[in-house]
């Protein structure tokens, strides 16, 4: 390593001296003016609210203190640092997601929705952040088969893809319909219907937990090719916007890394 010369020492020494010798007041006014520049940086940028339902597990729900967690929490964050968009995310009954998206009382919904023809008459969809199969499960030991369910009631959650696809597959099913998929799984917990159909992910969740032991799935994951994606208002620009941030989390490892986190111990 080169030695300093002589006035590179007294020069070092004297600018030494000077940082020394600042005043107190004068940092304390520069770190008030960067922390005013980031704060006025922040200010700028767009505020985006995104709409879920708080009762679907793993994807979206509640911690014992009432904060929203869950995969699609980590992912707004995610999407949302990645567009440079300042995003709130809400909780908001399943029924009145997409009435409150067309009242723009939000700006995009994250809530394991399905990509369908039918809502795509209403709203719009991002690039798939999801794919989703279908389970049905039921009483460990009871009704080894899950071809035919005539006679049997069983339970969904309203105005989803399973309860559309028991109604069309299953019909002399007895179908019984929830609100929010817990009301469904106290309902099957305590025999009040026989079975569930369900989004594989939460209910594969679900019976790992200590209520769900005593049950498993009946027959095989039922293939839908249904697309989970981020629902917006039709010919929004934040599309465009999320369907990058999306292929980029994608591309640098952060979107597995935030799968892996809630789904990596479900079965295949």
């Given amino acids: 390593m080169k030695q300093l010369s002589v006035l590179g020492v007294s020069s070092l020494a004297i600018l030494m001296g000077v940082t020394a010798c600042q005043k107190p007041a004068q940092k304390s006014a520069d770190t008030a003016a960067a922390s005013n520049a980031t704060t006025a940086a922040n200010a700028d940028m767009p505020q985006i609210r995104i709409a879920t339902e708080s ?3 793993p994807f979206s729900y ?4 009432g904060k929203l967690i869950g995969f699609e929490i980590d992912l707004a964050d995610a999407l949302c640092a990645e567009a440079k968009l ?11 997601l997409i009435p409150g998206l067309q009242a ?7 809530a394991g929705m399905s990509d369908t023809a039918e809502r795509r008459k209403v709203v719009a969809f991002s690039d798939p952040y999801f794919t989703n199969n279908l389970v049905i499960i ?16 069983v339970g969904a959650q309203r105005s989803t893809t399973a309860a559309e696809y028991l109604a069309k597959n299953f019909p002399k099913a007895t ?6 998929q817990d009301n469904a799984y106290l309902d099957l917990e305590s025999g009040r219907i026989d079975l569930m159909i369900s989004d594989s992910a939460p209910a594969l969740y679900w019976l790992k937990t200590a209520k769900g032991q005593g049950f498993e799935v009946k027959g095989q994951p039922i293939n839908i090719d249904d697309k989970i994606a981020i629902a917006f208002r039709q ?3 934040l599309i465009g916007k999320f369907n990058t941030a999306l292929a980029a989390l994608k591309a640098n490892g952060t979107y597995d890394k935030i799968s892996q986190k809630y789904f990596a111990d479900l079965p295949k």
């Fill in 86 to 96: 300042k995003c709130e995310v809400i909780s908001q009954d399943w029924d009145g």
């Fill in 104 to 110: 723009q009382k939000y700006h995009a919904i994250m």
């Fill in 138 to 153: 039921g009483k460990k030991g009871v009704d080894k088969g899950a071809d035919d369910l005539a006679g049997k009631s």
């Fill in 175 to 180: 179908p019984k319909l929830y609100d929010t």
């Fill in 235 to 237: 010919n929004d620009p």
């Fill in 62 to 65: 509640k911690d014992a203190n």
């Fill in 55 to 57: 009762s679907f597990v």
